[in-house]
């Protein structure tokens, strides 16, 4: 370990000079295995570094997430993948293990927002891990270590350049933190604040069934807004994030967001979409792009002749609105955590529309008689928290 890692440059490329040090002359925490990290690479790989190391106390499970510019676009434990999820992840032909599964899972809920993401994984890495990372287009990864079949095929990526960053697992910050804005320095206490299964013991709606799956879901929807740029929500199902709504000024458009790229999640699971009948040549990222126009409003401009023909062998069938709400209605079981209180019960209207059924958010807003109103309505179980997770 070293004191201090010198950086390209900062945030742009007219920053510098630019550098990660240990004011106190310590050793950093952090090695560089390969490549060379920027600085948003470090402040991406050390907030997703919390996130996993959290979400492993809190689950007991491997964990994994895929940050861009400073927040979440994904984040997951280390369940198993249905069929469906292994084909709409890419994943059909890899042998997977619990930690890769965690990455495929948190690559895979936004995967436009993950393209050139920062991995973070709880665990050391492994090969299959890193074999699934082989084929998705990424900057870099942190982890506590990695197997020598791991460091190797990670090394290669990137013609070499790919930045693989190890973490100290023991390393403990200092309880005060401190940084600059404009000259003028700021100082805080970190935020310790312990997220676990205690916190969702006010449920103030009618419907008062709280399963432990929806437990485990808000747990990680809480614990991924804990490292998420505020205002912010996130929508969580069967152990991952499938939704955020990141640094928006309005609540309301965060649930909005998050609802959108939620929705998007599960019309990739339609027949619709899983039947598309790709080109063989046609790379992920382009997969992923075509699959995002085909969904969203815009879908006569990818069905136009000379740009269907790009992507598929056959013109698909339109999927039309109506198709898509039915799909959609279906849905249920979602979890929504909130890093504030909801001031109005539109944002209550939204998530349902997104099949949300559990709501976590802190509470304390003058009209939360008007949204727990709203959550008895569609007979959500809401969960004042009493913890606001705001994070700048």
Not at 76 to 87: D, N, T
Request: charge should be negative; include cysteine.
């Amino acid at each position: 370990m070293a004191n201090e890692i010198q950086l390209k440059y900062g945030c742009n490329p007219n920053q510098k000079p630019a550098r990660i040090f240990m004011a106190d002359g310590s050793d950093l925490p952090v090695k560089v295995l390969n490549g060379k990290p920027g600085y948003i690479n470090f402040l991406d790989a050390l907030n997703s570094w919390q996130l996993v190391r959290e979400l492993k106390q809190a689950t007991g499970m491997p964990a994994a997430a895929s940050f861009k510019h400073v927040s979440p676009a994904g984040a997951a434990i280390g369940l198993p993948l249905s069929e469906v999820e292994r084909k709409i992840y890419f994943a059909e032909d890899l042998d997977i293990s619990p930690l890769a599964c965690a990455y495929i899972r948190a690559r895979g809920a936004d995967r436009m927002s993950s393209y050139g993401d920062f991995a973070a994984l709880s665990d050391p890495c492994d090969k299959e891990t890193a074999l699934a990372l082989q084929h998705e287009v990424s900057d870099g990864i942190i982890a506590p270590g990695y197997s020598d079949e791991a460091l190797e095929i990670l090394s290669h990526k990137k013609k070499g350049n790919y930045n693989v960053i190890q973490i100290d697992p023991s390393y403990v910050p200092e309880p005060i933190e401190r940084k600059q804005v404009f000259g003028i320095t700021f100082e805080q206490g970190r935020n310790e604040v312990v997220l676990d299964n205690s916190i969702f013991g006010n449920i103030v709606t009618k419907n008062k069934n709280l399963p432990e799956d929806a437990k485990r879901d808000l747990l990680i929807s809480m614990i991924a807004l804990k490292y998420t740029q505020s205002n912010s929500v996130a929508y969580a199902y069967h152990g991952q994030v499938i939704g955020v709504g990141a640094g928006q000024q309005s609540r309301v458009h965060c649930v909005r967001l998050a609802g959108d790229k939620a929705d998007h999640w599960f019309l990739r699971q339609a027949p619709q979409v899983l039947n598309l009948p790709w080109k063989e040549e046609i790379r992920r990222p382009d997969r992923d792009n075509a699959i995002d126009v085909y969904i969203g409003s815009e879908q006569e401009d990818v069905l136009r002749d000379g740009v269907w023909q790009y992507y598929w062998t056959e013109k698909p069938a339109v999927f039309t609105a109506e198709e898509k709400r039915a799909w959609l209605n279906a849905q249920s079981g979602v979890s929504l955590g909130s890093d504030a209180f909801f001031p109005f019960g539109d944002n209550i209207e939204r998530a349902h529309k997104s099949g949300v059924t559990y709501v976590a958010e802190p509470g304390g807003s003058i009209r939360d008689d008007n949204v727990i109103e709203a959550a008895d309505r569609y007979g959500m179980v809401m969960a004042f928290t009493g913890i606001r997770l705001f994070h700048h």
